[in-house]
Antibody
Framework: EVQLVESGGGLVQPGGSLRLSCAAS????????MNWVRQAPGKGLEWLSY????????YYADSVKGRFIISRDNAKNSLYLQMNSLRAEDTAVYYC????????????WGQGTLVTVSS | IVLTQSPVTLSLSPGERATLSCRAS??????LAWYQQKPGQAPRLLIY???NRATGIPARFSGSGSGTDFTLTISSLEPEDFAVYYC????????FGQGTKVEIK
């Protein structure tokens, strides 16, 4: 069974940093591109970042470019999101999502972790 | 690429047919997916590449369209289908529509 479990969310002050993790199991992690997507409270979905299976391709949304860093450790079956210079508007549930191997679609999602940026 | 979903809210009864629309600001070919999200849950993939059902998705869900106009149809609503539905394109940088809430009438 495919499982994605996010962790690392919490309350952080504006300007602070946080590192999210996503532990993957039930599939060959190193074969799949991965993504981070967020959802502000009561709002829609926003794609944040993409990383290819071997880390040779990385993309960021303009809203987080220069502040967030996506990475992965295929040996540990883990995906990460380092979030720096956090702002109130970064408050959201953060999801990791697996891309299918043969098509550009996020076919499995974790349950999400809540990040609250507030003083 | 901006995706515009309509209607914002759809009020229907169980057993009725639901038709949800997603329009793209420019052609996305068939690179469009549909997701279902229930309160407090992660999105669940329903349809990919405009018309392909994801693994385990019931046949009452179907997708159609290409280019800029897409439709998600639920042929006969079950109680568990009342949720928010998002379309999403992967032709360029991934973007989502604002969602359509299917609520019980």
């Amino acid at each position: 069974e495919v499982q994605l479990v996010e962790s690392g969310g919490g309350l952080v002050q504006p300007g602070g940093s946080l590192r999210l993790s996503c532990a993957a199991s039930g599939f060959t992690f190193s074969s799949h591109p991965m993504n981070w997507v967020r959802q502000a409270p009561g709002k829609g979905l926003e794609w944040l970042s993409y990383i290819s299976s071997r880390t040779n391709t990385i993309y960021y949304a303009d809203s987080v470019k220069g502040r967030f860093i996506i990475s992965r450790d295929n040996a540990k079956n883990s995906l990460y999101l380092q979030m720096n210079s956090l702002r109130a508007e970064d408050t959201a549930v953060y999801y990791c999502a697996r891309d299918a191997m043969t098509t550009d679609v996020a076919d499995y999602w974790g349950q999400g972790t809540l990040v609250t940026v507030s003083s | 690429i901006v995706l515009t979903q309509s209607p914002v809210t759809l009020s229907l009864s169980p057993g009725e047919r639901a038709t949800l629309s997603c329009r793209a600001s420019q052609s996305v070919s068939s690179h469009l997916a549909w997701y279902q999200q229930k309160p407090g849950q992660a999105p669940r993939l329903l349809i990919y590449e405009a018309s392909n059902r994801a693994t385990g998705i019931p046949a009452r869900f179907s997708g159609s369209g290409s280019g800029t106009d897409f439709t998600l149809t639920i042929s006969s609503l079950e109680p568990e289908d009342f949720a928010v539905y998002y379309c999403q394109q992967r032709s360029g940088w991934p973007t989502f529509g604002q969602g359509t809430k299917v609520e019980i009438k």
